[in-house]
């Protein structure tokens, strides 16, 4: 007498193998690719008709104006600055590719009314009008994956209320989210944001909002108020094929806890503490996009040879951006 396992019991594993492979498939494929910024990825803002800005504001990429031709205010730029030249023409047309791959994508579900106290898994979610965060925090959790992406397609405007704050958990990176937004997009003051803003018309960033990510608007003005932006960079931010992990510089850190210190402290009405901020991210550091020369740009020595990020104490379990 032979003993063995049933035909029947070997088929109906060969039939759960089956399903677990196609479940797992589904799920990778289902999981949406990154939006390739192009030539606009190097650039912190990137307006339409104006840029205007008030107060001592800090960008540590570029900033860029096409077709308009007015630059107000004097912003801190560290990146280069193009106005209407063959650079911005350029990026305003990889802007244009970019809003309307994420526009295009196929939607995971929606991202309701309200960002509140709302937290996201990766994938594509889709708010037919307007989209707010009203209050407090909405979270954005990779999982464990530090590839995951997040589109934001919104139908008309983006609007965050004053001392809100999208925060990252799981390994997501800010390279990695993007909004793309219907008409405008205004950022409360003292909000904390993270990922890349792609607005049809403009863009307003209220006074000590901070963004570690990008602010670029087709065809309407950029207008700041004594902003901190830090361009989130990582391998897939030109290309859009993914992978990678993303380059933060000790300048930038240090400058946005700092700047997220401060808008901390004046939201709560106190007095700043002398402890800093946790890092904005738990990432290797590494080279910052494309060097430049010093000699034309002498704030950039200091970002040649980016060194790994100090440990700073935690206050937070998660990373605020």
Avoid at 159 to 166: D, H
Wanted: charged content about 10%; some cysteine.
């Amino acid at each position: 007498m032979k003993y063995g396992v049933p035909k029947s019991y070997r088929a109906g594993l060969l039939v759960l193998g089956l399903l677990s492979t196609l479940l797992f498939a589904s799920s990778a494929f289902g999981a949406p690719a990154t939006v390739g910024l192009g030539t606009a990825a190097s650039f912190s803002v990137l307006g339409g008709s104006t840029v205007t800005n008030t107060g001592p504001t800090t960008m540590f990429g570029d900033l860029g104006l096409s077709p308009g031709s007015s630059v107000t205010g004097a912003p801190h730029v560290l990146g280069q600055t193009h106005v209407d030249d063959a650079v911005a023409i350029g990026a305003k047309n990889s802007l244009t590719t970019a809003y309307n791959d994420a526009a295009g994508r196929p939607s995971s579900g929606s991202a309701g009314t309200d960002l509140a106290g709302q937290t996201f898994s990766p994938g594509v979610r889709t708010a037919s009008s307007s989209l707010l965060l009203s209050s407090g925090s909405v979270t954005l959790d990779a999982q464990g994956d530090p590839n995951a992406v997040f589109i934001f397609q919104i139908g008309s405007t983006l609007i965050t209320g004053s001392n809100t704050s999208v925060s990252l958990v799981g390994g997501a990176q800010a390279c990695n989210v993007f909004w793309q937004v219907g008409s405008s997009a205004t950022l409360g003051t003292g909000t904390r944001f993270a990922g890349t803003v792609m607005a049809s018309a403009s863009i307003t960033a209220n006074t000590a909002a901070t963004i570690h990510g990008r602010l670029l608007a087709s065809t309407g003005a950029v207008t700041l108020d004594t902003n901190t932006i830090t361009t989130s960079n990582c391998a897939s931010s030109v290309s859009g094929s993914g992978g990678g992990t993303e380059t933060v510089t000790p300048a930038e850190a240090a400058k946005l806890a700092e700047a997220t210190r401060l808008a901390e402290a004046a939201g709560s009405g106190t007095t700043p503490a002398t402890t800093p901020l946790p890092p904005i991210g738990s990432r290797t550091v590494g080279k910052h996009g494309k060097h430049r020369s010093s000699a034309k740009h002498p704030h950039h020595s200091s970002r040649k040879h980016p060194l790994a990020r100090p440990a700073l104490p935690h206050r937070r379990a998660s990373f605020t951006g």
